[in-house]
C-alpha cells in the first residue's frame, strides 16, 4: 500500500478554503475594478476598501447608502449592477422563510434613494435610475418586485405632489412609514382607486419600462 506523506492531507483544508473563496462572485468587490464606479464612490465619500471580506450585512449597509446606488446606477453596466448588488440583497431558495427585514430590505434602501436624490435629480431622472435598481435586483418570493415599484411610486409621488393625509392615514391604521405600512396604504388606495392609486400605477409602469 502506498503511504502519502501526511503534509498531503493538511493541504486538503487550505485547498478547499481556496476553491470555496474563490467561488464567491457577487458583491461590489467584483466591481471596484470599474474605475467610473470606484471614482464615483470615492467621490461619495464612500469606500470600497477590504470589499472582497465584506458580510452580507456589510454590503447590504453599503449599498442602503444613496450614494452607493445611485453610483450603480450610473457607472454600471445592467450586468455589472446585478453582480454588484447581489451580495448585498440576494435571491436565495430560502427566502420565503426570511424574517420581513430581510426580505424588503432593497425595497427600503430603493425608497431611501428616491427621498435623498429626487430633489436633486428630479422626478424623470429618479424613476429612471430606480427602475434600472429595481430590475438589478432578484427579487424574492414573487410579488417583492412588484412591491417595490409599487413602494417607489408612492414614494416619488409624496415627495413631488404630494399624498393628502397619509401621516393621518398611518395613524389611524396604527401602522409606521415603514415597508408593511406603505404596502397597506397602496392596498387601500387600490381598493378605493384613489387619484394617489392612479399615480402610482402610472409610475409602476415607467418604472419597468425604465428596467426593460
Known sequence: ????????TSFLPAL??????GCSSDGPAEV??????ATCVEDAGLSLDGASDWSQEQQREFFSDPSALDCAATALSADERTEALAGAFPSTDGMEQADL??????VD???GYVEDRIGELGKA????RS?????????EPDGVDRAAREQVALTVVRETDGVPDYEQWLEDNGVQDDYTG???YVIAAQRERTPVYEEIETLVGELREAGA
Open 182 to 184: 406603505r404596502a397597506q
Open 1 to 8: 500500500m502506498t503511504r502519502f506523506p501526511r503534509r498531503t
Open 109 to 111: 434602501a430603493l425608497v
Open 131 to 139: 427602475g434600472a435598481l429595481i430590475d438589478a435586483i432578484e427579487f
Open 16 to 21: 478547499l478554503l481556496a476553491l470555496l473563496a
Open 32 to 37: 471596484a475594478d470599474n474605475e467610473q464606479f
Open 101 to 106: 427585514d430581510q426580505r424588503y430590505a432593497p
Open 125 to 128: 431622472e429618479v424613476v429612471g
